[in-house]
């Protein structure tokens, strides 16, 4: 398996983390936000966007 660099970007990740939340306004400033999947969105991405 190759190894990637930094600047590597998956291709199926094709949206922003805040797009995972109810209110995108709520990204970095609140603990727990409420979390939605959005069209074209995947569970992981969803996992991931409230780290």
Partial sequence: M???GP???ESRRRLVP??????PG???R???PALV???GGDVV???T???
């Fill in 2 to 4: 190759a190894r990637l």
């Fill in 7 to 9: 600047t590597h970007v």
């Fill in 49 to 51: 966007a409230v780290i």
């Fill in 26 to 28: 709520d990204f970095g």
């Fill in 45 to 47: 991405s969803q996992r």
């Fill in 37 to 39: 999947l959005p069209p």
């Fill in 30 to 32: 609140r603990a727990r």
């Fill in 18 to 23: 805040a797009s995972y939340l109810a209110r």
